[in-house]
Nanobody, 123 residues
Framework: QVQLVESGGGLVQAGGSLRLSCAAS????????MGWFRQAPGKEREFVAV????????NYADSVKGRFTTSRDNAKNTVYLQMNSLKPEDTAVYYC????????????????WGQGTQVTVSS
């Protein structure tokens, strides 16, 4: 089992950047593929990005491709989401999640979730 805690959210102007962190405790996060999801008010939770256990493979939603980058430092049990060129439509609560095995995009595939961190992008 693994516990996840996100941090790094906040208020930023359109065009700005934020870096989210997801710290894992319990079982080492190198055992898990790590995904990022977001949920805006009144909308369903959606996939943002995922990184494989080793960090060698990543996958992104089309809406963030070229602007967001996910990475991980298994020695620190931490996963990151670097968000650049932020847009108002990126406003949401961002969650990290963990699953054993290969990278997948469906939120239902993930076993463990953090509590989320709010990202607000002003126009």
């Amino acid at each position: 089992q693994v516990q996840l805690v996100e941090s790094g959210g906040g208020l930023v102007q359109a065009g700005g950047s934020l870096r989210l962190s997801c710290a894992a405790s319990g079982r080492t996060c190198s055992s898990y593929a790590m995904g990022w999801f977001r949920q805006a008010p009144g909308k369903e939770r959606e996939f943002v990005a995922v990184i494989s256990r080793s960090g060698s493979s990543t996958n992104y939603a089309d809406s963030v491709k070229g602007r967001f980058t996910t990475s991980r430092d298994n020695a620190k049990n931490t996963v990151y989401l670097q968000m650049n060129s932020l847009k108002p439509e990126d406003t949401a609560v961002y969650y990290c999640a963990a699953r054993p095995g290969v990278i997948l995009r469906g939120s239902y595939e993930y076993d463990y979730w953090g509590q989320g961190t709010q990202v607000t992008v002003s126009s």
